[in-house]
């Protein structure tokens, strides 16, 4: 196994991180500057190149692809990252003797070829995770992979204090949703990238025996916990709505048992087609709403998107120099509405397009032409952007604007959302925005509705829309019993009983 780190452990001020050698291996913090510099990724460059060859240019043009330029996004999921995987780690000490006869039994167990699976400990969990909601294009991926970039993604321990430590420690793992949205799919591919980065043969022992499914679940939970997961980043998490049978409501059941019995956070990231399934049960809604949401909109027109215009624009790689004017602002808005992605490949395209015809150069009207010739197939996509038109819009889930009436729309049924007639229109958009708050916490929009304005009329017509969420959580909370036991029974009974009691488990062979 090659590309790790060997462990280097550094002092901690919180005194849950402290003599903790998961987390004192980890990187310092860094700031938010910090944060951002490393985030941003600009391919090289030399204005030099423009006298190379057209076929070297068009080469070099290429390396747009590489551009990042940070966003709204970008730091706010770097410190949910980070939170997530300390706060996963403090209840997953290697030095404690319950975690080291783990271990051991994990060893002895796969040694003598025993099924040491069964036994797993559960306790309430210190972090959970946070769930990405975006219209596809908009830099949900690569944002979660430059986060991740600034942490080893494996650390080699060998002894802490004098005492051994032979351990790998996976610091994180991301991995696409199974396409057919299944656990034995999500089961298969979480063992096919652990045994790429640590060199382990999970997955062939896995289909060496007959393994059925409920067995496979708790080797994934026992494997996750020996090698030190800190972070499960499970991407494209629309292929749940393809599942049938309860699949979906199965595996989001199972990601809220890894947070419960290991403490494991858990990231999901989807377009907005995955809504109806993630907001379907207030269970995975609350973890998955540990760290808070994030419903990723496209860049309006407006600041964020003349900065992000204005740091890719100098890679140009025309003979002649093309000024970046209002009109080409608004053109390439206009056509890619905001879409990070198909701005650069846009960009890049009109540079080759002006390149190969011998223009060495380009306007408004080649941008429209580059984008109908050469983005033909997103051209109907674009164009029900550029309408508006619901009907239109409907047709394509996965750039399906996430507006507050979407939003509430998937998270409510039908009933619910005939009482939105009945509720009194805000005196501003304090209400609104608390009970947006308050869904995005799991709680449904008439329940959320009526907290807020119990909460609005309490803390008077000044009261700002954070002030009026916390009050209505408050209230929330004060109502609400929180037994564990109701979601997932983890005290006193083995992994296997607990997935068996919550529907995760079958019979179905690997």
């Given amino acids: 196994m090659k590309g790790y780190e060997r462990a280097v452990y550094k002092e901690q001020t919180l005194i849950e991180f402290k003599r903790n050698p998961l ?134 321990h060998v002894s802490y204090e004098g005492e051994p430590l032979p351990l790998k420690q996976l610091v994180w793992m991301k991995i696409d949703c199974a396409c057919d949205g299944t656990l034995k799919g999500l089961c298969r591919d979480f063992f096919e990238e652990m045994d790429r980065i640590l060199g382990t043969n999970y997955l062939q022992a896995a289909r060496g025996r007959s393994n059925t499914l409920d067995t496979l679940l708790l080797m994934l939970v026992q494997a996750a916990r020996v090698h030190g997961l800190g972070l499960f980043v499970i991407d494209e998490i629309q292929c749940l709505s393809v599942s049938k049978s309860g699949g979906a409501e199965k595996m989001l059941n199972f990601f809220v048992t890894l947070v419960n019995k290991i403490g494991l956070p858990v990231v999901l990231i989807g377009t907005p087609k995955a809504l109806p399934v993630l907001q379907g049960d207030f269970r995975q809604a609350r973890r998955g709403s540990g760290q808070g949401d994030i419903l990723w909109e496209m860049m309006p027109d407006g600041e964020g998107w003349n900065v992000f215009l204005e740091a890719m624009w100098p890679y140009q790689y025309t003979r002649n120099e093309v000024p970046l004017t209002d009109e080409l602002r608004r053109t390439f808005y206009e056509e890619t509405h905001g879409l990070a992605f198909l701005a650069v490949i846009l960009y890049k395209l009109v540079q080759e397009d002006a390149i190969i015809l011998g223009k060495e150069t380009f306007g408004v009207l080649d941008v429209h032409r580059v984008a109908d010739e050469s983005l033909g197939l997103t051209k109907p996509m674009r164009d029900a952007l550029r309408t508006g038109k619901e009907l239109d819009l409907q047709k394509f889930t996965d750039i399906h604007p996430l507006h507050y009436r979407q939003f509430l729309d998937n998270y409510s049924i039908q009933a619910e959302k005939e009482t939105l007639r009945t509720v009194p229109d805000p005196k501003t958009g304090v209400f609104e925005k608390a009970v947006l708050t308050l869904m995005g916490l799991g709680i449904s929009y008439s329940e959320a509705s009526a907290l807020a304005l119990k909460a609005q009329e309490k803390l008077g017509d000044g009261a700002k829309a954070e002030q009026v969420a916390k009050q209505a959580y408050a209230s929330f909370l004060t109502s609400v019993k929180h037994d564990e036991k109701d979601e997932l029974d983890l005290r006193g009974c083995d992994g296997y009983e607990d997935l068996l009691k919550n529907g995760v488990i079958d019979t179905n062979d690997f």
């Fill in 23 to 156: 987390i004192e291996s980890l990187p310092e913090l860094m700031d938010s500057g910090e944060i951002l510099t490393k985030l941003t990724k600009i391919p090289p460059y030399d204005k030099a190149q423009r006298l190379l060859s057209a076929r070297e240019r068009i080469q070099h043009a290429e390396r747009l692809r590489q551009f990042h330029q940070p966003g709204m996004y970008d730091l706010d999921i770097a410190y949910k990252v980070a939170r997530c995987i300390r706060w996963g780690y403090v209840n997953r000490n290697p030095r404690e003797a319950q975690y080291r006869r783990e271990l051991a039994e994990a060893y002895n167990g796969n040694r003598m070829g025993e099924d040491i699976y069964r036994y797993l400990t559960g306790y309430h969990p210190n972090t959970s995770g946070f769930t990405i909601v975006g219209v596809s294009g908009v830099g949900k991926s690569s944002t979660i992979e430059g986060v991740l970039s600034l942490y080893p993604q494996v650390i080699e």
